[in-house]
Structure formats: structure tokens, C-alpha cells
């Protein structure tokens, strides 16, 4: 599930409450963990971590995957565990929504699965399962190589509202899937 998908589920209350991801990107390998954590401005109860899967469940932290753990929800990654991951308060009031990717391939691309400030730097990368000799990797935004880089990363200096889009990284080892950059 890619791109710049917001679950479409109740309505979003700016400032009320928030998703963080640590670490802070959008694609893993199986088997990888993640937390997930609501961070709530004023009283925290009632608020639940909520995901929708590519298969369409749609279900709470707890349930059938993730462990509680205070405010934050652990996540052993699988590949049926991608998705778009929220918090949702019991009235329908909800935070940003995330999209995850899990991969069962050779390579992933790091990249911020929460919005980026403009003027900010960003970093991506392309991350092996096994790491090869090369690691000189292209990048692409939008289906088009942009950017070919021998370290395996690249970074932006300065991100601005033109960055945003859809990124992919290729290397000897494989495709990464495609992950949406959201600048604000």
C-alpha cells in the first residue's frame, strides 16, 4: 500500500494527536520490529492504535498482532502486516495515518514514514537483507532515476514542496518497494 493515503475513516483532528513511528521510516523486512506510539495532547484515554492491511482487516493493537506496551504498540513485521496505521479516540477523532510496507525481498529503502519540514535535510537509503559487494544504488522519484549514488544513499540538502512524491531504490540485489514523501 503506497502513497499518500490517509485511511479515509473518521475525521482527522490536527494537533489533537499524533502517530510516531520508530524508527522513524516506512519500509522493513519480515520479520523486523516496529513501535508505534499515540502521542496525545491533554488526556490520552480512549485512544487506540487501528490499522487497515492490504488483505482489509481492519482491526486494534493487541488483537491478533502487536503488544501493548503503555502507550506504544510493538509489531513483530510481517509481510500481511502492511498497510495504513492510525490512532482513533472512541468519538471517530483521529491522527495522521501512516503507510507501512513490509518486504519479503532483498531490499528496502529507508525513508521518513512521517512528514518532512521543508528546508529540512533528508537521507535516503537503500538497505540490504544481505549486504552486497556493490552497493552503488539508483534512485528513483516518480518512476524516473534521479540520482545515482555509490555509498547506496543519497541525501536531499533542503526539501522542498518538489520533493514530494513517490521514491524507489535499485540495486544488484533487487527492487525496493515505492514509498510517498510527504513535505510540509
Not at 22 to 27: K, L
Not at 158 to 169: F, M, Q, R
Request: with cysteine.
Amino acid at each position: 500500500m503506497t502513497g499518500n493515503n490517509s485511511s479515509g475513516q473518521g475525521h482527522k483532528t490536527p494537533g489533537l494527536a499524533s502517530l510516531i513511528v520508530s524508527p522513524d521510516r516506512s519500509q522493513f523486512f519480515k520479520y523486523e520490529s516496529v513501535s508505534l506510539s499515540c502521542e496525545v495532547q491533554g488526556n490520552s484515554a480512549g485512544w487506540r492504535l487501528k490499522r487497515h492491511t492490504v488483505s482489509g482487516e481492519r482491526s486494534d493493537c493487541g488483537g491478533n498482532w502487536g503488544k501493548p506496551e503503555g502507550s506504544s504498540c510493538i509489531v513483530s513485521l510481517i509481510p500481511s502486516h502492511s498497510g495504513v496505521y492510525w490512532c482513533e479516540s472512541g468519538p471517530g477523532e483521529h491522527s495522521n495515518a501512516v503507510n507501512i510496507t513490509v518486504h519479503d525481498g532483498a531490499v528496502i529503502l529507508e525513508s521518513p514514514a512521517l512528514p518532512v519540514t521543508e528546508g529540512d535535510s533528508v537521507t535516503l537509503r537503500c538497505r540490504y537483507q544481505v549486504i552486497p559487494s556493490n552497493l552503488t544504488a539508483d534512485f528513483y522519484k516518480d518512476g524516473s532515476l534521479i540520482r545515482t549514488e555509490t555509498t547506496g544513499e543519497m541525501t536531499i540538502p533542503a526539501v522542498s514542496k518538489s520533493d514530494e512524491g513517490l521514491y524507489k531504490c535499485t540495486n544488484s540485489e533487487g527492487e525496493s518497494p515505492e514509498s510517498w514523501i510527504t513535505v510540509t
